[in-house]
């Protein structure tokens, strides 16, 4: 058993001995191989690719006939075949049938050839077909050409695929080409071009001809027969019922170099038409008729303008070949637009109007006619500014940039406009014209362009405000009558501000830390001064709660009126007894005593001034919320009297009560002889000391110390009594028996105390 292990390994040895396999691709490519041209391998007939496995070493035979029609109208010619190796540029093989070796660097064999399609012509008639088709060169002969081969019968012809074909038919003597038909489509045209992509049939269709003779009178001039120059006589061969275009050359000259225009054709239709012969080989004849041309020129002075002819002004050319005895309208446009200036129509040569039409003269065909429209040139003033402003011509206005075209010598009032508005924040201010600074200018139109140039420069609006409205009042410097200034000026802003304010800060578009501003106008600009409200009195500010009267001073224990601004946040009275030493958070103290108050509001503080102080100078210190303390300086004087007055009925008259209290009016006055209580304050001090800020007791009577007097129509009258009046707080009552003997109309008092005089008031008197 050990001994015959080898016999295992045999089949595997043998295995190991026999060639590789080899596959190895044949085809043919394209474009036979698109058209499964047939090829042969060792016998085998394949007609696509085909991947064989050969072993290595064994030899094989491949064949491809020389030319095969593979189907109806398809055929290949081969030319070889080649081999493909794996690393290697391929190798051409010499014949179409190669004996071949299977190698593993051998991937393929490829036979190439040629792709032919037949193109087939046949040659018909709608009659009968002479028999002169030859390819004997003249128009005796009919004949096609393919790709410029000449063909005199039907026949085929293997044109290679997808190449172009250029067909042409010619007609023998006698008849027409009438198109082609089947595959390509009909065409008429006798040259036809395509693309060989398949098989083709073709009929090439001839007709019976209507031979048709042009001429004209006179005769040998030129006509357009199917858009080409024929010259006449000439006779044509046209087929039945066919279309063509006929027209003449109008205007020619013949021969001897005269004109001739088309005048009409012996059918009656119009110059250029469609002539569709009649019966095949029933002759036909066609005259164009002529006339005498001239040569017509119209022009213009200066050359080059425009004219109309014949409603039409687009014309190449402004010379003509008119027919004698023609007419034409001619029409020179009254104003034009010439080398960048405008002209006026001034006249025709012949004296006609601008509008006009013309016979052409019979001498014209001899001598020729020359028309000239002149023209004059407008005077032009270009009016320029490098903005676009209106400017007043004669009245009316342009806007820059202005074209004036005028009548030389015509003269034109110019005037500028001062200022020109943009909007609410911009304007233009006019500065003045290149030559002159007035506004108003005379102009007079020459030959020559002239050009005049408005200056403007910008202006902007500095509008500056106020916050509070009132708090200040602006000083601009320079000052503006309007709030406009010229760009690039510099403005100096001052906020002053008003009593009972102070200045905080500008703000808007420049702001600012101090009361002066200063900027440059480059733009529009708001600015507004911002300012708080403190309180303030004026020097005199604490006056006689009466009213004015001639001493500034005030006296002790009277009633006083400090007078200013933002001196409360609102109005507020207090109690009539005891007065108040606080009202809406506003106080009024001297030294550390806090004086009785009447009423409190922003404008006025009504209190009482304590008894006991002397004369001299004083400081009052007025307090109250959320705003900075303010001292206010007074005199005290030991009398500064003053009477209370009222108004009625728009009249002020003394407030003054009849001796049953009842006021005295001017419905119901005083009476002569009667007792009337004037009331009044700042009479010095009482005989008997009395509580400030505390009503006096009825009942209760305490005289003045001073002597009191009062003086009416230059007369001294003495009160029965002066004193405190009852239920008052700091009010004086004077008693007074008013004499029988007074004048007659309203009493006008004074009062004195201690020789100092009260304020006048107006009593009624009955």
Partial sequence: MRALWWLWLAPALALAQSPALVAT????????????ATFWVDGTPYNGPVTLFWPEGSKHTLSIPAVQEIATG?????????????????????????????????????????????????????????????????????????NGACYAASGEVWIPADSEVLLQAYPPEGFVFDGWQADLGGSQAFESQFRMNRPIVLYARFAPAVRVTLRTEPPELELLADRTRVRAPITLDWGEGSRHTLAPVSPQADQWGRWWVFDSWSNGQPAQHVYIPGKANVPESLTARFVRGAQVSLLTDPPGMNLAVDGRDNWPSLNFIWGVGTAHQISAPAEQEFRGRRWTFAGWSNGGPAVQQITVPEEAAEQGLRLTARYQMLGRLRLLSAYEVPVQVNGSLCRTPCLLDVPQGSALTLRAQPVVELDEWRR??????????????????????????????????????????????????????????????????????????????????????????????????????????????????????????????????????????????????????????????????????????????????????????????????????????????????????????????????????????????????????????LWGTGFGPYRRPLPDGFAVPEGLRAELEDEVELRAAERTLRPVWAGAAAGQVGVVALHLRLPADLPPGPLTLTALSNGKPSNPVTLPLE
Wanted: include cysteine; aromatic fraction near 8%; charge should be negative.
């Fill in 25 to 36: 691709r044949i085809y043919v490519e394209d474009p036979c191989g698109r058209a499964r």
């Fill in 428 to 677: 233009l201010e006019f500065t003045g014209w290149a030559d002159q600074s007035e506004p108003e200018r005379l102009w007079t139109a020459g030959p020559a362009e002239e050009m005049l140039t408005l200056n403007y420069q910008p202006a902007y609006r500095v509008l500056a405000l106020v916050a509070p409205a009132e708090g200040a009042t602006l000083r601009f410097e320079p000052p503006s009558p309007d709030g406009f200034y010229p760009a690039g000026a510099t403005v100096r802003l001052i906020a002053e501000p008003r009593p009972g304010f102070r200045f905080r800060h500008w703000d808007g578009d420049v702001p600012g830390a101090t009361a002066e501003l200063s900027f440059a106008v480059t733009e529009p600009r708001i600015v507004r001064a911002v300012l708080e409200r403190i309180p303030y009195v004026p020097p005199t500010g604490v006056r006689n709660a009466a009213g004015p009267t001639p001493e500034t001073a005030v006296a002790p224990g009277s009633l006083i009126a400090v007078y200013g601004v933002h001196l409360a946040p609102r109005y507020e009275a207090g109690p009539d007894s005891p007065l108040a030493q606080s009202l809406a958070g506003v106080t009024l103290s001297l030294g550390e005593r806090l004086l009785p108050l009447k009423f409190v509001s922003p404008e006025q503080i009504n209190a009482q001034l304590f008894s006991d102080l002397g004369e001299g100078e004083y400081r009052l210190l007025l307090r109250q919320p959320e705003r900075e303390p303010l001292e206010v300086p007074f005199r005290v004087a030991r009398n500064a009297p003053g009477l209370f007055e009222r108004e009625e009925e728009g009249r002020t008259l003394a407030l003054a009560f009849h001796e049953d209290g009842s006021p005295v009016s001017f419905a119901r006055p005083a009476r002569r002889g009667a007792l009337v209580v």
């Fill in 74 to 146: 398809i055929r290949c010619t081969a030319s070889g075949w080649t081999g493909v190796h794996r690393d290697r540029e391929e190798a051409k093989l010499d014949g179409l049938t190669i004996a071949v070796t299977a190698h593993r660097d051998i991937t393929a064999f490829k036979a190439a050839g040629q792709l032919d399609y037949r193109l087939t012509v046949q040659i018909v008639s709608q009659g009968t077909l002479p028999a002169y088709f030859d390819c004997t060169p003249g128009p005796r002969y009919g004949k096609i050409y393919v």
